[in-house]
Structures are given as C-alpha cells and as structure tokens.
C-alpha cells in the first residue's frame, strides 16, 4: 500500500474488507508479517493496532502476527470498500464487474 494513503483509513478499510471476506469463508485466524525497513517504519504497529497479537520474532526484528477473525473490530468509519471481489470472481466471465 503506498505511503500516500497510510494514516488516512484506507488501512482500517482494506483491513476490515479482508477480515469480512475471510469471515464469509470461516476463516479463523489470519497470520501477518513485519519486516522491518527503512521506509515501513510507520506501520511497525499495524498489527498491533487492529488487534493481532504478536506470535513471534526473529533476530532481525522480524515478527509474525495474528488475529482471529472473529474477534476483529472494524476500525474504518468513513470510507465505503466497493466491488470488493475475490480472485474468483474476478475470473468468472459470466459476471460483469
């Protein structure tokens, strides 16, 4: 995701669109990872922040996240997710998009 639209919502968004499609197949947990840079500072606490609880990290600083799926809280009040669509659906050519 570019820096241009982090820390304006659109990470809560696509978050809860993710967390809403993998609640519509009953996936339960979703796991996450961090590598740490230069340029990824600012979402060092993503995770964290949408409610994974850290698994795991290594000597680098890498570290692995999860969340359950059905105790996720949606954080996005003011943008509207449309024609949000699975790759399947995407590659059925009988549906118009």
Known sequence: ?????????????MMDALMEKCA??????????????AKNKMVR??????GFSKAGEDENGNTTWVGS??????????????????LEEKNDTKRDF
């Open 24 to 37: 519509e197949r009953n996936i339960e947990k979703v796991v996450g990872y961090y590598f740490p840079t």
């Open 45 to 50: 606490d993503f995770y964290a922040l949408h």
């Open 69 to 86: 799926v059905a105790e996720y809280k949606k954080r996005n009040t003011v943008i509207s997710v449309v024609g949000a669509h699975t």
């Open 1 to 13: 995701m570019s820096c241009r639209v982090l820390k304006r919502d659109m990470e809560y968004a």
